[in-house]
Nanobody
């Protein structure tokens, strides 16, 4: 199973970006996987940003991105997205997508598959 994140870039504060995570691999389907986006800024620990369940309509967002970021999934295309609006300089980080089996919004230890990072840089 491979996860490929894309859509990062350098933007100004207040701009928007949409990150995409493409899943591929033999017999892999996003349909029964919980998904999450994480980020890691230089010198900081990796933190969870948003998550979406497959078993119910649950989503989760860290407080600092609530109302600005939206996680969504397209199981027909094996894609997961993170729409990021009203970006702030503190959103600057490498963003990672992750997937795992389990019901509801997954805990960090339940993520089994990780993609490579996508750099997001927000300047003021």
């Amino acid at each position: 199973v491979q996860l490929q994140a894309s859509g990062g870039g350098s933007v100004q504060a207040g701009d928007s970006l949409r990150l995409s995570c493409a899943a591929s691999g033999r017999a892999f389907s996003t349909r029964e996987m919980g998904w999450g986006w994480f980020r890691q800024a230089p010198g900081k620990v990796r933190e969870s940003v948003a998550a979406i369940a497959w078993s119910d309509p649950s989503t989760w967002y860290r407080d600092s991105v609530k109302g600005r970021f939206t996680i969504s999934r397209d199981d027909a295309e094996n894609m997961v997205y993170l729409q990021m609006n009203k970006l702030k300089p503190e959103d600057t980080a490498v963003y990672y997508c992750a997937a795992g089996e389990g019901l509801g919004v997954l805990s960090r230890t339940e993520y089994r598959y990780w993609g490579q990072g996508a750099q997001v840089t927000v300047s003021s």
